[in-house]
């Protein structure tokens, strides 16, 4: 079973940055596109951005042009630059295998925290 670590979260001020990191055990990334997710306790898991093996990427509109998904296949590892951070961005973040819908994750790391807040 594929194991996900995500890293890289924080408190940061509207306006600033956080880059944030994930690692996963076994062969997910070979041939698997990835994207990130964030959550709101309490509300539903919200796609972010997705890239696949060969590096497409495609974001939210919520994020575009403010965030930047990035993979290291070699190092089984993904990427997500945040800039121009806003307090709406504040949830946990996760990393897994890209799906049409987060309904269709069947199991998460214990995600990275990110506060957006003056």
């Known amino acids: 079973q594929v194991q996900l670590l995500e890293s890289g979260g924080g408190l940061v001020q509207p306006g600033g940055s956080l880059k944030l990191s994930c690692v996963a055990s076994?062969?997910?990334?070979?041939?698997?596109?990835m994207a990130w997710y964030r959550q709101v306790p309490g509300q539903q898991y919200e796609w972010v951005a997705s890239i696949s093996n060969a590096g497409s990427t495609t974001y939210a509109d919520s994020v575009k042009g403010r965030f930047t998904i990035s993979r290291d296949n070699a190092k089984n590892m993904l990427y997500l630059q945040m800039n121009s951070l806003k307090p709406a961005d504040t949830a946990v973040y996760y990393c897994?295998?890209?799906?049409?819908?987060?309904?269709?994750?069947?199991?998460w790391g214990r995600g990275t925290s990110v506060t957006v807040s003056s």
């Open positions: 897994n295998e890209a799906k049409s819908s987060p309904r269709f994750i069947a199991a």
């Open positions: 076994g062969t997910i990334f070979g041939g698997n596109a």
